[in-house]
């Protein structure tokens, strides 16, 4: 199973949105257990509507992220302009790490539609994707917040969190 927070899903679903007419992508950090703690964007170098290819220096950037964060690199999203399911390139095409989440954003349909796969030798299988309401609760080890609450901070965050992100006004 893959835990993604609706913030997440959000950048996800907009990094795509934002990438066409061709397909987006990114890499997605976490825990072996499928919890996203962070998702990183990046250009489609392919520029294709057909293809995705990661851009180099993003991929640098995820592994030395999750060596800072004691995280790891779980997985890859990318989005398809006019299928839902996961193509022949993505299946076969460069040696897909059975460990990893294979997240698809259809935007066939409105709304879009986001599932996720594990690819071992070319054979797929679907997994549930779990939407949390909240942010990420998961991070660099740290003591306890020392940040003061108030009641007028947590009607800040309230109010922020039922903001719609930019794109998507
Ligand atoms: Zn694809």
Redesign the pocket.
């Known amino acids: 199973m893959l835990t993604l927070t609706s913030v997440q899903r959000d950048n996800i679903v907009a990094t795509c949105i934002r990438a066409l007419p061709n397909?987006g992508c990114g890499l997605l950090l976490g825990t072996l257990e499928g919890m996203v703690s962070e998702v990183l964007p990046s250009p489609n170098v392919a520029e294709s509507a057909k293809l995705?290819e990661i851009d180099s220096r993003v991929l640098l950037r995820a592994y030395r992220r999750s060596e800072e964060m004691g995280l790891s690199v779980i997985g890859v999203f990318?989005s398809?302009t006019h299928s839902e399911g996961?193509?022949e390139?993505?299946r076969r095409g460069p040696a897909p790490d059975p460990t990893w989440h294979y997240v698809?954003v259809s935007l066939r349909d409105v709304p879009s539609v986001i599932r996720s796969f594990h690819v071992t030798e070319g054979v797929v299988d679907e997994e549930q994707i779990s939407i949390q309401p909240l942010g990420p609760k998961i991070g660099p080890p740290e003591g306890p917040r020392v940040t003061a609450w108030h009641p007028a901070s947590n009607v800040d965050l309230v109010s922020q969190e039922s903001t719609k992100p930019e794109e998507m006004r």
Request: aromatic residues 12%.
């Open positions: 397909e995705y990318h398809h996961l193509s390139p993505d698809l």
